[in-house]
C-alpha cells in the first residue's frame, strides 16, 4: 500500500488537448465495403460517379411521350387531335424510356381518348423535355458524388448503388482492446451464480464496450487478468503488438498497491497524463505505447464511464473523422445547496423534471461507486474546479442523458420510500406516452417540505400524529398552511420489526430493543419510520436512550433489509414488503397509511392523470396485493384534510 | 395505363394518426439477450436485481480498516496510537472486503507510520461506517433496476452485470421485409455492369434497409420481383406468412399500369390509406394483412425516403418502446423565391450556411426523382399544404440533417460552375475541422447577385467585358458599386466546343453552329460561358438567330456534355475537363479567367481562411493541372480591380 501519487495530472481541458495533439495524425486505414453496409461510415477518399442517372431519357410521368413540336398551339379553343395509329401519341409509364424521336411527355390527365383510344385530344401544348428525366439529370458519370471525410447515411446508400458504385471506400472502424485486471474481479456472465465473499462481478467492460461501439469502434474485452506485474506488462505488450488501435486497461488505475500500470505504461512507452482533476475520473491514465493510444480506465464505475466519454469517445471517433453527438443543455432551478470542495471539476448526476414553467434538479449520491447513481439520472451538473458549489435555488445548466421529451415528462416522487411505487413506475412506463417516474428517498417529511418549496410533483407519506392517531393531516396543516394540496391514500401497510430467519434474537416487540445484545438499525430523523418507533416507544412508557443502534440511521425500508441480513443490526423497524424481498422474518408491529400528497394544481395534467388511473386500475391493486403486507382497501380515496 | 386514383388520399397527420391507431398495441414480442449486447433494446419486463452490489462491506478508500471506537477522541493535541500486532488496524485497498470486527477506514494519506510500521498514529477520529461502501450500497438484491420499457444504454449493461443479471429480457427487434417491384429493375450489386437501356438500377431497397435499422429493426431485402398481379401477390401472402412482422413494397404504389399492389393489399387484407398530401411521398400506400402493416412505397428515391421517415420509421420504432430523435430546427434567411402550388405539403431539400449572424438558405431542385437533391441537402424546408410558398427574405424554420456544427462551418458557393470546386470540396473535408463546400449552380451574374444581396460566402465568377477584355472587374464595379469584395484568381481554363467522340459533324468554330445540320446545347443567360459564346458570334460578325438550340439551355459544364453525348445535341461550349469526364472530344475556342468572389469581411473567417490556404498550396495545384485544361499559374493571385 502506498499514497496516490499522480505525477501528471492536469485540468480535464489540459489533458485533452494533450490527448488530441498526441494523436492528432492518427487515423484508421481504409476498407472497401458493400455500399449496402456503409451507413454511419466515413468516405476515406472521393467517391465518383461510375453511371450517369438516368442513364437514359426517360418519362418523369404516366402519360403519352410526343413530339412538342405537335402540340404547339393546342388550347381550350383549338384543340389539337394526335392519331396514335400515326406514331404521333405513345403510351409510357414514369421510368420508362422515352421512344425514339419522343422529346415530351403528356400527362395522363391532361389527354381525352377519343374513337377507341385511336384519336387523342389535346388542350394545352407541352414544351420539349416536359415531364421527361433526361439522362444524366441526377448524377453524371465522373462527377464526384462525395468528397473525403463524408459520413454516409441512408439516401447516401441510395446515391451509391444508383451511380454505379456497389462497393465504397471507407475508413475502418478502430479496434479497442478492453483489459479488465483485478484480483478481485471474477466473470458474470453465469447467470445465478452469486461471488464468493470477497469477489466482485467484473462489470465494466460490458460498459465500455457499448461506449466504444457507439463511438463507431470494434470493441474486444480480453480475460479478466490479474492484477501482477508481469502479467499486466505481458498482456499489454501483446495488445500493442496486435491489431488493436487502441488499449483501456480498466480498474488497473487505482493508484493502490495493485497499481502497476502507469509504471508499466512508462517503461514501455510514454506516460501522457497521470490523474486528472475531475470527480469521478480522477484516476485516469492516458499514454502512448508504439505510437498506439494506451488509457488507463478507472475502477469504479461512474469513474470508468466519465473517463471513457471524456477520452476514449472523442479519440475513437476522432481515428475515423466522426462527430460525436454534442450533449444537449437545459437550465434548471437547483433543490438542494450542492457544496463543492473546490479544486476538482465534479459531475454529479441530477435528477430532474418539469414543475410548471421551470425545470427544477436534485442531486443523487455523489459516490462514484454507486452505478445506479448514473442509471437513475438524467441529467448531469458540472460543477467547474473553481466553483465551492450551488446553492439551492440557483438556476444550473444541465447535461441532458435522456430525450428532452422524456425529461419533460418526468414526475418528480420525493418522500417517504415504499416498494409500491416502483410497480407505479413500471405502469407509467408501460403507459402511451411513457411517464418516467423519478423518486427520490428524504423521508415523509422532506417530501411535504419539497411540496411547500415547489420542488417535487408528489410526496409520499406516512406521518403519524401521536395526539390524534391520524395520518399526515395535521402536518399537512402545519406545514402547508393555505397551499391547496391533494392528499391521496395509496395503500394501508404493514410496519413491523424485520429479523433474520428464525428470529435468533427472538425478538418481540419494542421492549426487546433495549436488550443489551440487540443491536438496532433506524431510520433517519423526518421518516415516518423513525415516527412511528418513537411513537411505539413513547406508548411503551420505554426510552430510546438504551436502544444500541438508535443513532445509526438508513434512509430506505431495503437498506434497513440490508443491514439485519448482512449481521450489522439485529433488528430494525420497516414494512413487510422488504422484508420478505430478502427472506427475512417479520414480526407485525402495524398498520400504517401511506398516503400521496399533491399540489392541486397538477392533478389534471396527464402525467399525474395516468398516474391516478393506475392507481385506481385493478392490475395495479392486484400487483400491489400480491406482495404481501399491503391493503388496497382505501386506494385512491382522497381524504379530506 | 390509367388515371391516378387515389381513392384514399389523407393528408400527412391524418394518415399518420390513422396508421398510429391501427397499430397501437402492435408490439413486437421479447427475447432474453445477454445483457452485454443490451445497448440500445429496450426491456420487455420489469427487471430486478439478483444480487446487492456491494455484496459485502468494501473499504472506499486505500488505507488502513478499524474499529471506530478505537479513534474516538483523537486529534493533533491527543494523537491515538494503534497497534498492528494487536490488529487494531489492518491494511486494506480500495475494494477490498473490510476485515472481520472492523467497521471504518481511515486514509492511508491521514496515518503516520513509526516503529518500522508496528506503530501507527493517527490526528483525527474516523465515525462508523466511514469509508465504506457498505453491502446493498448501490444495490440492494431483489429491488426493480429497471421498469418495462426502459431503454438501456451503457451504463445500464454495467449496472445489469452487477446486480448478477447477465441476460435481460428486451423486445424482440421488428424484422422487415423489403421486396423491390418493377420490370425495369435490375441488381446494381455487381460492380461496373453498366444497366442495358431502359433498365435501372434498383437502389432503393438498400436506403430503406438502412432508415428500417436505424429505427431498430432487421431488414430482410428480397429479390426484385416483377410487376406482374399475380408474382407480387404471391410474393406478399408468403412475406404475411411469414415471419416478419412489416412488410414494404417498393415502387410497385406508383399508379401507372403496373400498379397491383393497392387491388392485392385490398384483396388480402385492408387498405388504410391510398395517396398522402405530401410532396415528395404521395403514392405511399398503408395497408394491414393479416394483422401486419403493409407499406407501399413510391418508386422515387427521395419520395420513398420521405414516406419511410413518416411512416415506416416511427412505426417500427413504436413496435418496440422506441422513441426516435426528434428533428432540430433552425431559423434561417430564404434566399430564393418559392412559390408552392398548395394542396401538398412539400418537403424541400434546402442549402444552408452562416452567413455573418443569420443562417441563408437556397432550395435545391424540385424533384423526387433526383436522389442527389437529399443527399447535398442539409436541411429541409416543410411548406404547409395550407401555404402557397415563401418569399426570398422570409425568415422559415428548417429541420437539420447534419450536426448544427456542421451546418455552421458550411461555406456556400454560389455562381458558375468549375469542376475544381469538387477538388477544394474534396480538400476542405479533409481539413481539421472539416468545411463542406456546398456550391449552387446559376451562372456567374447569379453568383455576383448573391454576393450583393448577403446570400454567399463565395461566388465563382468568369464573366469576359467584350469592351475591355478583362474578367469580372467591370461587372463588379457595375453591380456591387462601393461593396468591399475581393476578387481572386482561381485557375485559368480552356473553353471550347464539346463533341462527339471523332467529331463526326466536323465542327471546327462557331461558324460551324449555324449550320443546318448541327444541333447545339447552350448555357443559361448570366453566365459566363453564354456571354463567351455571344462574344465569339460577335466577333465573328454572326447571328445567333441562326443557331439550332440556342434557347435549349443547361445549368453547367457536364449536363451539356451530358447532352452532347447522349446526342442531344451536336456540340456545346464548356470547359476541358467536362469533355474529358466523358470521353467527349475537345476543339478549344480560347483560354479564360476563372475567379473567386469573395465579400472581404469574410476573408478572415477560419473556412475561408482554410479555403485560401488550399487554393494556394501545392498539392491543390498538382491536382488541377492533372485534369487537363486548366492552369495554375495565376491561382491566389488577388486581382486589382
Redesign the interface.
Known amino acids: ?4 501519487i499522480y505525477l501528471k495530472m492536469e485540468p480535464l481541458d489540459v489533458a485533452r488537448d494533450i490527448l488530441e495533439k498526441t494523436f ?1 495524425g492518427c487515423r484508421t486505414g481504409e476498407e472497401e465495403i ?3 453496409e456503409a ?1 454511419g461510415r466515413i468516405t476515406s477518399r ?1 467517391v465518383g460517379a ?8 426517360a418519362a ?1 410521368m ?2 403519352l411521350a410526343v413530339e412538342a413540336a405537335h402540340t404547339f398551339g393546342a388550347s381550350d379553343e383549338t384543340p389539337v387531335t394526335l392519331r396514335a395509329a400515326e406514331g404521333q401519341a405513345i ?1 409510357v ?5 422515352l421512344p425514339e424521336g419522343m422529346n415530351a411527355v403528356i400527362m ?2 391532361n389527354v381525352l381518348f377519343r374513337n377507341q383510344d385511336r384519336e387523342i385530344v389535346i388542350r394545352a401544348p407541352v414544351y ?1 423535355w416536359q415531364n421527361v ?19 454516409l ?10 451511380a ?4 465504397v471506400w471507407v475508413r475502418r472502424k478502430p479496434r479497442v482492446m478492453i483489459i479488465p485486471t ?1 484480483n ?1 474481479l471474477i466473470d ?8 464468493p ?2 469477489k ?5 467492460s ?6 466504444a ?2 463511438a463507431g469502434a470494434i470493441p474486444t474485452v480480453s480475460p479478466i487478468i490479474r492484477d501482477d506485474y508481469d502479467t499486466i506488462k505481458q498482456h499489454l505488450r501483446a495488445a500493442v503488438d496486435s491489431e488493436a488501435d487502441m488499449i483501456m486497461i480498466n480498474a488497473g488505475s ?5 497499481d502497476y500500470t502507469v509504471r508499466i505504461i512508462e517503461e514501455l512507452g510514454e506516460v501522457l497524463i497521470h490523474g486528472v482533476t475531475i470527480m469521478p475520473g480522477k484516476p485516469t491514465i492516458l499514454g502512448v505505447i508504439g505510437g498506439k493510444p494506451v488509457i488507463g480506465n478507472p ?1 469504479y ?1 461512474v469513474s ?2 466519465i473517463s471513457c466519454e471524456q477520452f476514449v469517445q472523442p479519440l475513437l471517433a476522432r481515428m475515423q ?1 466522426l ?1 460525436l ?2 450533449k444537449k443543455l437545459i437550465t434548471a432551478v437547483l433543490g438542494k445547496n450542492m457544496p463543492s470542495s473546490g479544486g476538482m471539476e465534479e459531475f454529479r448526476r441530477m435528477i430532474t423534471g418539469r414543475i410548471g414553467s421551470r425545470f427544477v434538479t436534485l442531486p443523487l449520491k455523489k ?1 462514484a ?4 447513481t ?2 437513475r439520472a438524467n441529467t448531469i451538473l458540472r460543477i467547474p474546479a473553481s466553483s465551492e458549489g450551488e446553492n439551492k435555488g440557483a438556476v444550473v445548466a444541465l447535461e441532458l442523458l435522456r ?4 425529461v419533460e415528462r418526468t414526475i418528480l416522487c420525493t418522500g417517504s420510500h415504499d416498494l409500491t411505487l ?1 410497480v407505479i ?2 405502469f ?3 403507459s ?1 406516452p ?1 411517464y418516467p417516474l423519478a423518486s427520490t428517498h428524504v423521508g415523509s417529511l422532506g417530501g411535504i417540505m419539497a411540496v411547500k418549496s415547489g420542488m417535487t410533483h408528489v410526496a409520499g407519506s406516512h406521518l403519524l400524529d401521536p395526539a390524534t392517531g391520524e395520518y399526515n393531516t395535521s402536518y399537512i396543516r402545519q406545514y402547508l398552511n393555505g397551499q391547496d394540496v391533494t392528499l391521496l391514500t395509496l395503500v394501508h401497510r404493514q410496519q413491523g420489526f424485520m429479523v433474520r430467519s428464525g428470529n435468533p434474537k427472538n425478538i418481540r416487540g419494542v421492549e426487546d430493543l433495549l436488550r443489551g445484545d440487540v443491536t438496532f438499525v433506524n431510520r433517519q430523523g423526518g421518516s415516518g419510520t423513525r415516527v412511528l418507533l418513537d411513537y411505539e416507544l413513547d406508548r411503551a412508557g420505554l426510552s430510546a436512550a438504551g436502544i444500541r443502534g438508535y443513532d ?1 440511521e438508513e434512509y430506505t425500508h ?2 434497513v ?3 439485519v ?2 449481521g ?1 443490526a439485529d433488528a430494525g423497524l420497516g414494512i413487510m414488503a422488504a422484508a420478505r ?2 427472506q427475512l422474518d417479520f414480526i407485525p408491529v402495524t398498520e400504517e397509511r401511506y398516503d400521496l400528497l399533491i399540489p392541486t394544481e397538477f392533478m389534471t395534467t396527464p402525467g399525474i392523470m395516468q398516474l391516478l388511473n393506475i392507481i385506481n386500475s385493478n392490475p395495479f391493486k392486484k400487483k400491489v396485493e400480491k406482495m404481501g403486507g399491503y391493503s388496497t382497501r382505501e386506494t385512491g380515496n382522497i381524504v379530506t384534510q
Open positions: 500500500m502506498k499514497r496516490k492528432s458493400p455500399s449496402r451507413d472521393p461510375r453511371l450517369s442517372a438516368p442513364s437514359f431519357h418523369a404516366d402519360g403510351p409509364n414514369t421510368g420508362q424510356p395522363i390527365e420539349p428525366r433526361k439522362v444524366g439529370e441526377d448524377i453524371v458519370a465522373t462527377e464526384q458524388l462525395y468528397p473525403t471525410n463524408h459520413l447515411g441512408p439516401a447516401d446508400i441510395g446515391a451509391l448503388l444508383t454505379g458504385c456497389p462497393t483485478g478481485e458474470g456472465s453465469e447467470a445465478d451464480i452469486a461471488p465473499p470477497g466482485t462481478i467484473e462489470s465494466n460490458g460498459m465500455l464496450a457499448a461506449l461501439a457507439r487505482s493508484a493502490g498497491s495493485a475502477g464505475p470508468s464511464l473523422g462527430a453527438p454534442e459516490g461507486g454507486a452505478i445506479t448514473i442509471t430525450p428532452l421529451d422524456q416502483d413506475h413500471d407509467l412506463k408501460r402511451d411513457a445509526f431495503m437498506s433489509a440490508v443491514a441480513l448482512s450489522k424481498a430478502l
